[in-house]
């Protein structure tokens, strides 16, 4: 039997369960023994208070890093736009000199009489030929490819 399982009670021997829960008439000390009161040190008031500062930081620091990622996140949807605004104001700018240059034309156009619809029309007589003229037929001669 181990010593464990034997509690000293009453001066009797009680063996696991089969104990005897009478008051302990022969105390090993006699005398009058007030409760305990655990005050906390100094070192013990440091170390709470530090470590509530660092569960604010670390509390802090979680919620800073939302809103860092948060603004990131839309920092990236502006950039995006911005490209594509940009690729749209190049499209835009294209179009817009393709038609300044077409009103430049029609501008000198519009300056210069010279340029203004025909006056008059000049027919020219139809020319006719007797014969067609000749084609030498160029010469097909594949042998030199057969066996190569």
Known sequence: MSRSS???IDSTYGYERNTVNAPITNPVIYGRFPKYVHKK???EKINKVLSLMLLLLVFLSLVSYYF???S???????GREIVSLSN???ELQNKLDNLHSFKKIDS???ENAELDTAKNII????IKMNSKPKINPIPVN????IGY
């Not at 027919?123 to 139809?126: A, G, I, K, R």
């Not at 594949?142 to 490819?145: A, D, E, F, L, M």
């Open 6 to 8: 034997i509690r000293y």
């Open 41 to 43: 040190t100094a070192a």
């Open 68 to 70: 860092v990622s948060d």
């Open 72 to 78: 990131e996140k839309n920092m990236n949807n502006l």
């Open 88 to 90: 749209e104001n190049i």
């Open 108 to 110: 000198a156009i519009l």
């Open 123 to 126: 027919e020219v007589p139809e």
């Open 142 to 145: 594949y042998g030199w490819t």
